[in-house]
Each structure stands twice: as C-alpha cells, then as structure tokens.
C-alpha cells in the first residue's frame, strides 16, 4: 500500500525503433499509477542594462510507489484533468527510504 494516494496515471515510453517510414516508435509501453504535483514559475533573465527577458518553467514532480525502473533515457508522459499532456525526460531520480533502509517511493523531476 502506498505511502500516498496514487491516483494519476503516467505512461513511461522505454527504447526507439524506426519503422519503414522513418518515424520512431516507443518499444516499450509502461503505465503506472502515480502522483503528480505540478507547476510553474517565470524565470527573469538581464542582459544588459535596458534589456531583460522573461522565460516561463514548467516542472512536474512524480512519486511512484516503492522502487520503479525509472531511467533518464525514458520519456514520460502525463495528462491532468485540463486534458493537457506533459511530457518529457527525467532531470532528477530519487528514491526515498524507510529507516529501515526499504525503498518506500521513487521521486522523478521532469
């Protein structure tokens, strides 16, 4: 049982493959039950004196429950209830441990 509720779906694509036709396909399909806190920030950059700009970040953090196969070659991918997908490669994997050393949740940043 998790240490909290899981209850969005993520799918983790895995390997490529080229068809005939020059398009690449996932060679594995993986879904998983998963929780997801997302949300952005703006991100304001000065070049000189008089000219600035501005950039907005977008970041998903996604708990998994004990120890997943998560590789930074993977791509992942998430819908939320505004029907909008986020998708990307992981930039950060943690795995988070009981004081008994069990692995209890898997921390992916994408």
């Known amino acids: 049982m998790p240490v909290v509720p899981m209850k969005q779906d993520?799918?983790?694509e895995r390997g490529e493959t080229i068809n005939d036709y020059g398009k690449t396909i996932p060679d594995?399909?993986?879904?998983?039950?998963?929780?997801?806190?997302?949300?952005?920030?703006?991100?304001?950059?000065?070049?000189s004196s008089n000219v600035t700009s501005k950039e907005v970040v977008a970041k998903a953090k996604i708990?998994?429950?004990k120890l997943q196969d998560v590789r930074y070659e993977?791509?992942?991918s998430y819908?939320?209830?505004?029907?909008?997908?986020?998708?990307?490669?992981?930039?950060?994997?943690?795995v988070r441990r009981h004081l008994s050393g069990k692995p209890i949740l898997t921390e992916v940043f994408i």
Not at 29 to 41: N, Q, S, W
């Open 74 to 76: 993977d791509t992942i």
């Open 10 to 12: 993520i799918i983790i």
């Open 28 to 47: 594995q399909i993986i879904e998983h039950k998963a929780r997801v806190d997302e949300g952005t920030f703006l991100v304001e950059y000065r070049a």
């Open 79 to 94: 819908t939320n209830e505004l029907n909008e997908t986020i998708k990307g490669k992981p930039k950060k994997i943690n």
């Open 63 to 65: 708990l998994l429950d």
